[in-house]
């Protein structure tokens, strides 16, 4: 399974912008596909995740309210959806993908053995 992050870039507080990740394996239905980000001088931290047929989605508190994913399983891909970007949320974006992931670990970066490549974010004030 490859996964390919795009999306990112230089934006402005409050914009909104969209990240793709678009996934080559196949039953990607099947798949928990995950956002997470790494700002500078930071650790990884889950951003948001899709389970499956996306009937379940889960977010980190800080974007709760701001950040939406969401999937495309006929074309293998998932966005996230950013609203009112703020400076902080100023990272790499990756997205990871698993198809067996438990409950107690999802939003764990070590549950999962699939990651795109990262797409900058950076939200300028």
Excluded: H
Excluded at 19 to 39: D, M, N
Excluded at 41 to 64: H, I, M, N, P, W
Excluded at 79 to 87: A, E, H, I, R
Aim: charged share 20%.
């Amino acid at each position: 399974v490859q996964l390919q992050a795009s999306g990112g870039g230089l934006v402005q507080a409050g914009d909104s912008p969209r990240l793709s990740c678009v996934s080559s394996g196949r039953a990607f239905s099947r798949f928990v596909v995950a956002w997470f980000r790494q700002a500078p001088g930071k650790e990884q931290e889950f951003v948001a995740l899709s389970r499956g047929s996306a009937a379940r989605t889960s977010y980190t508190d800080s974007v709760k309210g701001r950040f939406t994913i969401s999937r495309d399983n006929t074309e293998n891909t998932v966005f996230l959806q950013m609203n009112s970007l703020k400076p902080e949320d100023t990272a790499v974006y990756y997205c990871a993908a698993d198809q067996r992931i438990n409950l107690s670990d999802e939003r764990l970066a070590s549950a999962y053995d699939y990651w795109g490549q990262g797409t900058l974010v950076t939200v300028s004030s």
